[in-house]
């Protein structure tokens, strides 16, 4: 079993729609939780960072953290065609040496 | 702010040549720094975590002497891929961990496409 299941997709939806991407993870150690959005051929952009259960928003995007079922998601919503790209969730935890473990990314396309 | 640049962006060579990459954090300081690789509609793969001022922590399977990696000041790392093969081309992307700041964000570069003939 690997550490985060992401699933690849791809995740097609018409403009305007709320996406739900989602990440689950079997490491109880993590504490940090981000989403980052990657264009074809570019490195990943961070979106969302947060440390503990419950929402974050900012603008458009929501992101939501349940430790207690190991299950992180994002939202999008009023999705936009730029907002096609492949979004990775990452997770890290003190102690293990910065590093992020990533979900294998799920590639979205918002449709006109 | 949290910008990280990367050059060259694209970079096609000969096999047995050697390829330097750099990273650098442009308007923060990086203590430590972080070298992936990326293949194909796939995930990105840790290679190595570089740290100002001390030797690279290499990950399982990731050959130093292969990817040498060097954290000169706070703002770059490079990565140099030795004598390199067809098989070492890919997407190598770097990040870049603030000193100061929130514990365990990373900001990446954009990415060096490697070519090797």
């Known amino acids: 079993q690997k550490e985060v299941e992401q699933d690849p997709g791809p995740l097609s939806v018409p403009e305007g729609a709320i996406v739900s991407l989602n990440c689950t993870y079997s490491?109880?150690?993590?504490?940090?939780f981000m989403w980052y959005r990657q264009y074809s051929r570019k490195g990943p952009e961070l979106l969302m960072y947060?440390?503990?259960?419950g929402n974050k928003e900012d603008g458009r995007f929501t992101a939501q953290v349940d430790k207690s079922s190991k299950y992180i998601s994002l939202f999008i919503r009023d999705s936009q065609p730029s907002d096609s790209a492949t979004y990775l969730c990452?997770?890290?935890?003190?102690?293990?040496?910065?590093?992020?473990?990533f979900g294998t990314g799920t590639q979205l396309k918002v449709e006109l | 702010g949290a910008v990280v640049s990367q050059h060259p962006s694209r970079v096609i060579c000969k096999s047995g040549t050697s390829v330097k990459i750099e990273c650098r954090s442009l308007?923060?300081?990086?203590?430590?720094m972080f070298w992936y690789r990326q293949f194909p509609k796939k995930s990105l793969m840790l290679m190595a975590t570089?740290?100002?001022?001390?030797?690279?922590?290499?990950e399982q399977g990731v050959e130093k002497d292969k990817f040498l990696i060097n954290h000169a000041s706070l703002t770059l790392s490079t990565l140099t891929v030795t004598s390199a093969h067809p098989e070492d081309s890919s997407f190598y992307i770097c990040?870049?961990?603030?000193?100061?700041?929130?514990?365990?964000?990373?900001?990446f570069g954009p990415g060096t496409r490697l070519t090797v003939l």
């Open positions: 990040s870049a961990r603030p000193t100061s700041g929130m514990s365990n964000e990373q900001f």
């Open positions: 490491n109880s150690a993590f504490q940090y």
């Open positions: 947060t440390y503990s259960s």
């Open positions: 990452a997770m890290s935890f003190t102690g293990g040496g910065n590093k992020l473990t």
């Open positions: 308007d923060f300081q990086a203590t430590t």
């Open positions: 570089s740290n100002e001022g001390s030797k690279a922590t290499y």
